[in-house]
Structure formats: C-alpha cells, structure tokens
C-alpha cells in the first residue's frame, strides 16, 4: 500500500463517528493531564516562595531580637540579668543564621552578613559564660556590644528594605533558586540584586572582634607556633621526602599540586598555586600552613599502594603521610605499636613526646602523642601516628597540631596545691591518679590544669581543675573499647 493509499485509508476511518470520539478523548485526556501538570509546578513553586518567604521573615525578626537584646545587655545592672539577656541575644542569632543558610543565595554573597550573625552568637556566648561567673562586663566589652547593636540596626534596615520588595511581587525566590546564585550579578527588575550587595556592603568598615570564642578574628588569624626553619622550594621538599623513604624501594615521587588542609587526598591533582618566596608549587597557600603535596609510589608495591605526604614549605616538616597499605594481621602489641610510634617520632625530631589515647581497626593502631615538658603532659602539641600491627610499619602521620601549638612554654608553679584541687572534685569519684597538664580550649588559649582520673559508678573520668585558680575546667568520660580507648 502507498502513503497515498494510507493516507486516504486514516481519513476514512477518523471520519467514523467512534474514531473520531476516541481520538478527542485522547485530546482532551492529554490537555487535562497537561493543565494538572501546569497546576501542579505552579503550586509547587508558590510553596517553594512561601518556605523562602517564612525564612526570610523570621531572619528578619531574629536580627531585630538580636539588636534590641544588644541594647538590653547594656543597660542591666547585675552579671545575672546581663547573662541571661546575652544568653537570649546568642540563641535568637544562631536562628537568624539557621533561616539565612535556607535562602537560595550563595554564601560568598552575604559572607560579612553569615559572619557578623555568627560573631555576634558566639560573643554573646562568651560574655553570657563571663557573667555567669560574676564577672561584669568591661568597659571595651561594653564599646564592643554598641558597635554590634549599631550594625544590627543597619542590618535591620537593609533587610526591611528587602523585604518591601519582596512583598511588592518584585522578588521570585523560585527563580533565583531556578537560576543558582550566578543570577544574583545580573540587574534585573525583578530581582533586586543590588540590595543583597548592599545589605553586605553594610560591614565593610566592621571592626575586628577578638574574644574568647572560636569565631574571633584572632583564632581564624593565628600563626602556627611550631614550626622553625627557613623557607624551602619543591626541590628541597622533594629530597626530604627521598630521605623519609630512604629504606623503601622507590620507584618515582611527584608533585600532586594543591591539596585539602585537613590531610585527605584522592592522589589527584587539584590546581597549583604560587607561592611568595618563590615560583614552585605549593599547597595551601593562604592557610596558615603552606605545604608541597607530593605522590610516592614504589617498585615492589602495587600502585594502589602509594604514599601521600605533605611537607611544610617552612622548615620542611611532614604535615601529613598515608600510606595506603591495608595491613593483614595484628601480631604486635598496642605496647610495642606505642613504642613504635615514639622511636619515630624522636628520628623525626620530636623528642619528649608521651602516648595518649588510641584507636585500634583494621589491623592498624592510631596513637596520639603529646609533648612533655618536664613534668607536665602538653595536650595543644598533638601528633598523631598511624602503625600497622602486621610489621610495625609507620603507616602515617598528621603533625598539625604540634605545629600548630608547639612552643617552649614559661610553665608556673601551681598557686593551688593538688590536695586543694583535689577538693574541689564531687567526693563521690573515687581518685585514682593526677598529673599536671596544659589543655586547650576552643578559642585557641591554654589552661594550666590538674589532670585527675578516677572512677564513679564502674566509669572511668577525667576531671581537669584549674590549678591558678581551683576553677572545675572540663570533664571527659573515658571509654575502653576493643577499638581502643577514647574520652568523650
């Protein structure tokens, strides 16, 4: 049969009644499927503006909370009501950041506004302690808590002048949302970039905060205090790898370019980045340690068996190393895995430095060794030593915290004796030893403290009394697992 044929054949059968019926049957099921579904997406993007609608409402409120307990704090006249207002202050700014993290706006775009909100929870926060413990607030706490209320006001301001747009039909979060935040660089009329900028712009000239808190400007700008040495390039980083691995069979070490801070690698290379002193490649740069990632793979291993290690371009000090070799039995002791770990550590140049805790899996034992400085046991001066219980091979390395931290400290003498101290523990723990010790707090400073384990209800406990002042610091629970021993 020709088109023809067929063609003429469809009209005769579409020109009878019942074909004609089922096929505007077809039609019509199609357009209401198609009206349901045009329905449906509308009704889907209002719910989305509603839920982008409510969390830009209640961040706004929140921010006006946040300033008119700022004002408060000022003007309460006992450490108690000061702490309970701050204390208010900081919960109503961690909600403000919650709802402004639910907005489809890029976090590069209201950086300053995301941290003013959390600079403003975590000083609250830290004064809100201060109070608690008596302490009236200082004459430069008080300047720097009307400094953050007048910027919450102009905060306030910006996101009112928002807001009248958004209740003006002139702003679509669907859109936006749709879009992704390239979006926000483009003037449109119906999406007022502009004013996003500007509520940002409201916190250039905003002033530094240094606090006791782990969001001040100080701790995000702190120099690593360990590490020592003059400036290295790739080559020089290159040979202290060679001699890490002098005992292996190496087959070949390269460059593996820009890595993550936090010691993860995947063996790719992720970019390169120019380092000030010099033209090499470096990792890290502009983190507060700049390192050369390098890939080291060897002849009698498989390549799935390659070492990753990091070398710091100041001093040349392993950052981080992983070897990526799954070890097959465990043969060796935790003890003779610790001691393991310390030989290492001293042929590195890290005398003096005390096993800790540790984690057992997977045929490997992760030590954490602190610095021991006399007779005080250094916590900030971390490093921690992966070992294979097959052979006792050094397996790997993450030195971050003693670079971090590490430094030859004026220790005092205790102003409290340990018996004092001693008292100031709930007379239900049963005492079982205590030591000296410097521990760290999140805002980047050290307590000088007694370190007491003792036992309550057949638990084991750490209590940490400060030994300036008899304060009762911190409390970890020590778990003894078939993993290891940990504190939590």
């Known amino acids: 049969m ?37 329905k449906h997406s509308a009704q889907l993007r209002q719910q989305l503006d509603n839920q982008y609608n409510r969390a830009f409402f209640d961040m706004t409120g929140y921010v006006k909370n946040v300033e008119v307990l700022l004002v408060k704090s000022l003007i309460t006249s006992s450490p108690q009501k000061t702490a309970t207002t701050l204390q208010e202050a900081w919960r109503q700014a961690n909600m403000a950041q919650a709802n402004l993290g639910q907005l489809p706006i890029s976090t590069q775009t209201l950086s300053s506004t995301s941290k003013f909100l959390t ?15 008596g302490k009236p607030l200082t004459d430069q706490q008080y300047k720097t808590i009307e400094q953050l209320q007048n910027y919450a006001v102009k905060l306030g301001r910006s996101l009112n002048s928002l807001q009248n747009e958004i209740q003006g039909g002139r ?12 979006f926000l660089k483009k003037a449109s009329t119906s999406l007022p970039s502009k004013e996003f900028e500007s509520i940002d712009k409201t916190f250039q000239s905003y002033p530094t905060l240094i606090y006791d808190g782990p969001f001040s400007d100080h701790v995000a700008k702190a120099e690593p205090k360990g590490i020592t040495g003059e400036l290295i390039n790739a080559t020089q980083a290159k040979q202290k790898v060679q001699v890490l691995f002098k005992n292996y069979k190496v087959k070949s070490i390269t460059e593996t370019g820009a890595q993550a801070q936090t010691g993860t ?11 000030k002193s010099n033209n090499d490649k470096t990792s890290n740069n502009g ?17 799935a068996d390659a070492a990753y290690i990091d070398i710091t371009e100041k001093g040349g000090h392993i950052y981080w190393m992983l070897i990526n070799r799954a070890a097959t039995s465990s043969k060796l002791s935790i003890d003779s ?11 590195q140049g890290y005398p003096g430095m005390v096993d800790t805790y540790y984690v057992k899996e997977d045929n490997t034992a992760t030590i954490n060794y602190a610095y021991k400085q006399g007779n005080v046991v250094v916590y900030p001066d971390l490093i921690k030593i992966k070992i294979a219980l097959d052979n006792g091979e050094i397996l790997g390395m993450e030195g971050k915290g003693y670079l971090s931290a590490h430094t030859q400290r004026s220790i005092p003498k205790p102003k ?47 209590v940490y009394i400060n030994a300036e002042t008899g304060k009762e610091e911190n409390i970890l629970m020590i778990i003894d697992t078939d993993k290891g021993i940990l504190t939590i």
Do not use: C, H
Not at 15 to 28: G, L, T
Not at 173 to 181: C, F, I, Q, R, T
Not at 265 to 274: L, R
């Open 337 to 347: 895995a610790k001691e393991a770990g310390r030989k290492f550590l001293e042929t």
């Open 2 to 38: 020709s088109f023809r044929e067929k063609l003429l054949d469809f009209k005769r059968r579409l020109s009878d009644r019942k074909m004609y019926s089922i096929v505007i049957a077809v039609i019509a099921a199609v357009a209401l499927w198609g009206l349901y579904q045009y």
């Open 265 to 275: 690698k995947s063996g790719a290379k992720t970019g390169n980045t120019q380092s």
């Open 287 to 303: 983190a507060p340690i700049k390192t050369f990632g390098f890939k080291v793979l060897f002849s009698d291993r498989p390549e």
């Open 171 to 182: 702003m679509k979060w669907g859109e936006l949302s749709a879009k992704g935040p390239s």
């Open 416 to 462: 409290i004796t340990q018996q004092q101290a001693r008292a100031s523990i709930n007379n239900r723990m049963k005492i079982l030893s205590s030591d000296l010790a410097i521990i760290p707090t999140d805002y980047k400073t050290e307590l000088f403290v007694y370190e007491f384990k003792g036992k309550l209800n057949n638990k084991d406990f750490l």
């Open 119 to 133: 600079q403003v929870g975590d000083l609250s926060y830290s004064l809100n302690n201060q109070n608690l413990q």
